[in-house]
């Protein structure tokens, strides 16, 4: 990782660690006096080492360690156990020019993690950093972090999160960390451990999930067995060991029995879906239950692919995203921002009107882009911009669609601006009326003297075959599903193509509609709406509404990345003018309950009532 990059700068407080005996004194005072429940937030991580964890000296990594379990009698592997396995072994490690990748690798107990860990390192040369493998090394050491964490892991639960998140963020800082890139196994296992990660901006290039079916996965565990001297996992009939004197030498983990393991497989599931939420933009999920090769095949080209992307975006500039955000931005502070403004119900808006909104869209995506989002939305829903309004104006999208183009080619990237094709086939083919003739506006407006269409700036449709090798971000202008037909099957396979670059999606409208044929598409209907769900919001605005009418306006929510989620209401003031005053703000995008409640000043928590006066707005917040 190059010093200076933004997950290298976040980091700072770990980056002084010391290995001194005083700084594991600290971590051991400091953790003698947590209160062990796992559902505690994580404090601020103390400055922490133990010895146990984090070697003095490269002499005292062991060299034979792949994936080092309970039983081990010496202290972890903190230094990667790689270099010196795949150098022994004569493997190949990927060593491509650029960002070293930044994987975390999710799962059910036994899903396969660390043997496709095991794996992964060979090929990868990341490094490899197991919970599990560190807290067994803390019990097996006898130290204190391994006595407290001891019988919370024998008895299937979650050691607390303090404890977990200090070791996992000062793992993370370290130089081979940073130098080699980092595979993250067993961590984040909750939603505050990922919110602990995510409050040091520390996020993964790729999230795999491995899925297994429940029943499998308990015999998986009921027979692993682990060689001591090794770390390599096995399995009585799966994997069996390779000689009588490596079976004889084989042992199992204490938690691994049925009743041990259906405990570990609850709380999982219960974790499970909260995690997601925070990594669904960069979430690949693998079918588990095939031969431990063929998963590997897939984790291979998926991760070969970050890599590739990757390097291709460092070469561009901004090691992130390959984005770099103007030095009038640098601060992230939204101390211009003036304000909502007046006058939304004029039709059509005026120019100023139009530009403060650009503007603002294009600050927030810019920002987005620059913290490493690459699977953005925005929703912006003023009158010119809501087909559903009379006063819709496709000429005002599409200068919002040039605004945000044109910036990013200024900056030396190549936009690919795409608008959807028509649907369908024979006398039913035709495209969203939204869309109808957009292309061409595209293709005919003016982008500057500079000469950017055709150079910076292209034209294209929505499918995998229009993600060209030299793109490096893509605008899709309100892609969105017609009757019968789903935009989302091409979708996918563009964004799969897009690998990590960026993809913006400007008012798409990717809800079911009923299907005339009675097949939509090929993807399940949650499949479908989970990828929808992938894209995450950096601008959302909406004007709320009084029941039945469009006028006048109530008030309005707003979103600009990375900001909460705001919530106006819309007051008359002397001689016919307007003001938007705050009245709450919220961390994700509110229920409808929540809004009605902020508006008649109610406490927040409440027993929710929809059926109240302002139970309307269950339709436009949905
Ligand atoms: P940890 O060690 O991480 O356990 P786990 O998540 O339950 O996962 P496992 O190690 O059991 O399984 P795996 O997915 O790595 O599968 P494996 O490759 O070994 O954590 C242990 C404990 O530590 C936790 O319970 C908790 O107490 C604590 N802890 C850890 N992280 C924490 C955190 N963040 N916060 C709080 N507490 C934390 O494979 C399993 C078996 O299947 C093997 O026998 C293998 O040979 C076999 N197998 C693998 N792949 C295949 C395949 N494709 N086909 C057939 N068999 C296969």
Known sequence: MQVGSPSHALIPPFTSLSLSPTSAT?????????????????????????????????????????????????SVPAKTHLRAKSKSMGLKVNCLAGEPLKVMISGAPASGKGTQCELIVKKFGLVHISTGDLLRAEVSAGTEIGNKAKEFMNAGKLVP????????????????????????????????????????KIRPDIYIVLEVPDEILIDRCVGRRLDPLTGKIYHIKNFPPETEEIKARLVTRPDDTEEKVKSRLEIYKQ???????????????????????????????LLSRVQKDKAKTTKLGNPV???????????????????????????????????????????????????????LKVEINIPELNPEMDVYRIGTLTELVRVIALSFADDGKRVKVCVQGSMGEGALAGMPLQLAGTRKILEFMDWGDDGALGTFIQIGSIGAKEVDEQDDIFILVAPQNAVGNCIIDDLRGMTESAGMRPVILINPRLKDLPGSSGIMQTMGRDKRLEYAASFENCYFFRLLYYAGTQYPIMGALRMSYPYPYQLYK?????????????????????????????????????????????????????
């Open 161 to 200: 999160d303090e404890i977990v998140t200090a070791m996992v963020t000062a793992r993370l800082s370290l130089p081979d960390a940073q130098e080699k890139g980092w595979l993250l196994d067993g961590y984040p296992r909750s939603y505050a451990q990922a919110q602990s990660l995510e409050e040091r």
């Open 271 to 301: 974790n499970a879906q909260a995690i997601l939420s925070t990594y669904l933009s960069v979430m690949n999920k693998i079918d588990g239950n095939r031969p431990k090769d063929v998963v590997f095949g897939e984790v291979d080209s």
């Open 570 to 622: 819309r007051v008359d003031q002397p001689s016919r003018k307007e003001e938007y005053i705050l009245l709450s703000t919220f961390d994700g995008r509110p229920s409808i309950d929540e809004v009605n409640d902020a508006f008649l000043g109610k406490p927040r928590n409440q027993v929710k009532n929809t059926s109240g006066i302002w139970g309307f707005l269950s339709s436009i917040l949905q």
């Open 26 to 74: 600290m971590l051991h005072a400091s953790l003698s006096s947590l209160h062990c429940s796992s559902a505690s937030p994580s404090p601020s991580p103390p400055r922490l080492s133990s010895p146990s964890l984090y070697p003095s000296s490269p002499s005292s990594a062991r060299p034979t360690c792949l994936r080092s379990r309970h039983v081990l009698s010496f």
């Open 321 to 375: 995203s390959g984005i770099s955000l103007p030095s009038n931005q640098a601060t992230k502070k939204e101390g211009k921002w003036r304000g909502i403004p007046t006058r939304l119900n004029n039709i059509p808006h005026s120019r100023e009107i139009r530009t403060y909104f650009y503007d603002d869209v294009l600050q927030a995506t810019q920002r987005a882009i620059y913290d490493g989002k690459t699977r």
